[in-house]
């Protein structure tokens, strides 16, 4: 499999500015700060965190519509920062967005066959035998719209079918990664499943390459290979999908798990909860040492609060930020008398 | 329209009331050149004393306008509202509005989805929680406020004396639900009846926020009505569960057999559209095709048929009448279970151990 996407020490900062005459930067507020992402072709990537992680920041930095503060984004080995706005334009066009709100992000007075061609004419796509409507029809049809759709505005649409006339613009260009930011969280419950199902199906007909960003860790399970999970701008945890769920090694990535409620009340009256206590500490002013301390259950005196954990590769492909996490014991017998309660944690959620 | 399936309104009632009774509760809103749009039709619901009954359904399906009714909140331009609800023996609907204030937020309170709107931005905490203690309780201003900083620290909000003078904006959207709670709290209601308290939230808050429910209700004894789209809340909070699709009741059941062996299609493919984080991973979801929006009047058939993967002609022809069989309460003319069901097949219950094969049916 070949790189796609690869992301350096990635870091965002919006300046907090103050002042009646003349603004003054007070500060800044880290809403990325220093992220390495690799994502290979074909593949997916799901990237989870409460609001204000900075995973929207992210997908938006991987863009360029968010001039990022340093690091270094490469697609398909060429560098993104560098490139002038020419170039940056005809990069775009292999990489697309879905928005999380398609009544917003679609325009109310433009039409789905405007709104579908805009994109092809912007990046002078020939119109090819048959014309635009042929491309369109194509289009709703791989989404499973009527080509009748066509004719029609946003608001004669369910949301359902709106996130649908998104994803089709985004694959309009035949692009090579679509970021996906909570592409179904504003949709019905019965009509979430429609649209995972219809990403998945894009994405082995097309070959697509995915990064999905959402809050809900059980659908970015669902649809993703890899997972990240972000707290306060920094990766704390990645791991291959099902080994982040049966063996999370992160206290914050686990009391994220065990929160999520799981339809099943056989389940839910036996599994434990980790609550956290408090709220996201401001991305203005992160916590020294690990970002996580001031919330974590199992923070120790004083090395959480002096020292900022790296990301390790604690097991294959499994990498975690955390201090005192450690390899389950059955995997890696090498440090039984520091394993924290963290490793037994199948057993916990 | 005819149909008296569920009896005039007291008759199956065996012995005492349910703290809240509501029965053939309709709401129907007027539009000028059209029919009248019927968000709410004919519902019954109970909500006994000290319980923890959920509302489940997913947008337009009427669960608000439900607990609006309830509360006696909707608009009186506009809206027609009939049946019948009642709360202790007393019937709400009809009270004048100023008798419906004495019970609205000393004995019913409401807990509402976005903290945001529902707090007042140019008043105090302390204003706002003080305001619902010397209102109901006539509670001299100094003891309001001891009585609103405790309320405040025993929903978990830190340092609550301090608190008490800062203004909704400078909370987090936890503290602002907290702050919501310890409103709703204050004259120590009855039924507590919460629309969506969790969906503005991240899941950690969300957990906070349920696990404070779970404590106030056994703690206090209040009851409370949940309502949500999420059946993953559900699953961990009610005793029983009402799902709701365009404004009736479809399924009724206590938790754990609703969850084990959902009868109605709808409750199925609620379940099983929603990816588990328990799950083997890399099964293909079921999704119930359609969206919420294409539903057909109840008066004819059966609004779901037009998403329903098991429609047949009875669907299309007539409305399902509600069935009953103890506890549990269904409108489908095709099941995906017999209903009511064999008693040596179901009757013990056994522990849900296997929901993903249990409704083979559909999945």
Not at chain 1, 296 to 306: F, S, Y
């Amino acid at each position: 499999m070949s790189r796609l996407l690869q992301v350096r020490d990635l870091r965002v900062h919006f300046p907090i500015v103050r002042g009646i005459l003349r603004d003054r930067v007070v500060g800044h507020v880290r809403a990325v700060d220093g992220v390495d992402l690799d994502l290979d072709r074909g593949t997916t990537y799901g990237l989870v965190g409460e609001s204000g992680c900075g995973k929207s920041t992210l997908g938006r930095a991987v863009l360029r519509l968010v001039e990022p503060t340093g690091g270094t984004v490469e697609f398909n080995g060429q560098d993104l920062a560098t490139v002038d706005r020419h170039e940056l334009r005809r990069t775009r066009r292999r990489m697309q967005m879905v928005f999380q709100d398609p009544m917003a992000s679609l325009d109310p007075r433009q039409s789905v066959r405007s709104a579908l061609v805009e994109p092809l004419r912007t990046h002078d796509i020939p119109a090819g035998p048959g014309g635009w409507d042929r491309r369109v029809r194509e289009l709703l049809d791989v989404v499973g719209l009527p080509a009748g759709a066509a004719r029609r505005y946003p608001h004669e649409f369910s949301g359902g079918q709106r996130q649908r006339i998104g994803i089709a613009r985004a694959i309009a260009l035949q692009p090579d990664l679509v970021i996906a930011d909570e592409p179904v969280s504003s949709l019905d419950v019965s009509v979430q499943a429609q649209v995972i199902n219809l990403l998945q199906d894009l994405q082995s007909a097309l070959g697509l390459t995915y990064l999905v960003i959402a809050h809900d860790l059980a659908v970015v399970r669902h649809v993703s290979d890899l997972i990240g999970v972000m707290y306060l701008g920094t990766l704390v945890e990645q791991a291959p999908a099902d080994h982040l769920y049966q063996a999370p090694l992160h206290p914050y990535t686990l009391s994220l798990m065990s929160a999520i409620p799981i339809p099943d009340p056989a389940v839910e009256a036996t599994r434990e909860r980790i609550l956290l206590t408090g709220d996201l500490p401001s991305p203005a002013d992160p916590p020294p040492g690990c970002r996580f301390h001031t919330r974590c259950p199992l923070r120790r005196d004083t090395r959480c609060h002096d020292e900022v954990p790296a990301l390790r590769e604690i097991l294959p492909g499994h990498h975690v930020a955390c201090h005192w996490a450690r390899a389950p014991q059955r995997n890696a017998p090498d440090g039984p008398g520091d394993a924290l309660p963290v490793a037994g944690a199948p057993s916990q959620v | 329209m005819p149909q008296a399936d569920p009896g005039p309104p007291d008759a199956h009632d065996g012995g005492a009331e349910p703290l809240l009774r509501v029965r053939d509760l309709t709401v129907a809103f007027t539009q000028r050149h059209r029919p009248d749009l019927v968000a709410v039709d004919r519902l019954d619901l109970d909500v006994p004393a000290g319980s923890t009954v959920g509302l489940v359904g997913e947008s337009g399906s009427g669960k608000s306008v439900t607990s609006l009714a309830v509360m006696g909140l909707l608009p009186r331009r506009g809206v027609r509202t009939g049946g019948s609800v009642r709360f202790a023996g007393r019937e709400l609907l009809g009270l004048p509005p100023a008798d419906l204030r004495a019970v609205r937020g000393k004995d019913i309170a409401m807990v509402f989805q976005d903290p945001m709107t529902c707090l007042n931005p140019v008043l105090s905490i302390g204003v706002q929680v003080t305001e619902v203690l010397r209102r109901h309780q006539d509670l001299p201003r100094g003891q309001a406020r001891d009585r609103a900083a405790h309320l405040l620290g025993r929903v978990g909000i830190p340092d609550p004396a301090r608190r008490l003078g800062e203004y909704p904006h400078q909370l987090s959207g936890g503290m602002r639900q907290r702050a919501l709670i310890a409103i709703a709290l204050a004259c120590r209601p009855r039924l507590l009846i919460a629309d969506e308290p969790t969906t503005a939230l991240d899941v950690t808050i969300q957990a906070q926020i349920l696990a404070l429910l779970r404590e106030l209700v056994s703690d206090t004894g209040t009851a409370l009505l949940l309502i949500t789209h999420d059946l993953g809340i559900v699953a961990g909070t009610c005793d029983t569960v009402h799902v709701m699709y365009a404004g009736r009741i479809v399924e009724s059941a206590p938790r754990e057999p609703l969850f084990a062996d959902p009868a109605h299609p709808y409750t199925a493919g609620l379940l099983s559209s929603v990816p588990r984080l328990d799950a083997p991973r890399g099964k293909r979801l079921v999704p119930v095709p359609g969206s919420p929006t294409d539903v057909l009047p109840w008066a004819g058939a059966c609004a779901f048929a037009p998403r329903c993967p098991r429609t047949d002609s009875p669907c299309t022809d007539r409305a399902p009448h509600e069935l009953a069989e103890g506890p549990r309460t269904l409108r489908c003319h095709r099941p995906l279970s017999a209903f009511p069901p064999e008693p040596p097949a179901t009757a013990p219950a056994p522990a849900p151990e296997g929901h993903g094969t249990g409704r083979g049916g559909i999945v």
